[in-house]
T-cell receptor, first 115, second 112 residues
């Protein structure tokens, strides 16, 4: 059972336009959500996160939106740059109780930014 | 500190052989995690250490897998009698309690 779902395996966007990556989750115990970026042959690199008490967090070109009632979050990248081309993983973690140290990842979305 | 270091980067082994991977976390991090990523999937949790104590093991971790973190520093992950299904990227991460994870670059295992 996939508790964190990224339903789009790939996304292509023109340079300078907005990239929107989506993520849905099913576990109500998740309190904290993260986005990781991964290049081939490298480990995931932390990008941005959001707590369940917020609905938006912004860091430069990256903004994460959380709709807790819909159990949905999205990552917006604007403007998109060719260097943003990578696989993006959505991850979630419960902050307390069992499994509070475990990240649960989605399957990832491969973003290609076309120059 | 150069981050989380994993060795080797690549390992090719014959089915049935034993393999061992090493992870050197960020020195002040008390938590260490092992994840496995197969093709087309996100990383999946395998096991977790707080200092030298192994506090949780996933059901993915069969009896052929064992992990250690002697003295709460580096960690090793051993796979005995490897099978083709063990082929994956094995990722190590470390963190402070309540802090963000830092992942290593992983060890890619190919079982032939």
């Amino acid at each position: 059972d996939q508790q964190v779902k990224q339903n789009s395996p790939s996304l292509s966007v023109q340079e300078g336009r907005i990239s929107i990556l989506n993520c849905d989750y099913t576990n109500s115990m998740f309190d904290y959500f993260l986005w990781y970026k991964k290049y081939p042959a490298e480990g995931p690199t932390f990008l941005i996160s959001i707590s369940s008490i917020k609905d938006k967090n912004e860091d430069g070109r990256f903004t994460v939106f959380l709709n807790k009632s819909a159990k949905h979050l999205s990552l917006h990248i604007v403007p998109s740059q060719p260097g943003d081309s990578a696989v993006y993983f959505c991850a979630a973690i419960p902050l307390g109780g069992a499994g509070s140290y475990q990240l649960t990842f989605g399957k990832g979305t491969k973003l290609s930014v076309i120059p | 500190d150069t981050g989380v270091s994993q060795n080797p980067r690549h390992k090719i082994t014959k089915r049935g052989q034993n393999v061992t991977f090493r992870c050197d976390p960020i020195s002040e991090h008390n938590r260490l995690y092992w994840y496995r990523q197969t093709l087309g999937q996100g990383p999946e949790f395998l096991t977790y250490f707080q200092n030298e104590a192994q506090l949780e093991k996933s059901r993915l971790l069969s009896d052929r897998f064992s992990a250690e973190r002697p003295k709460g520093s580096f960690s090793t992950l051993e796979i005995q009698r490897t099978e083709q299904g063990d082929s994956a990227m094995y990722l190590c991460a470390s963190s402070l309690t309540g802090g963000s994870y830092t992942f290593g670059s992983g060890t890619r295992l190919t079982v032939v």
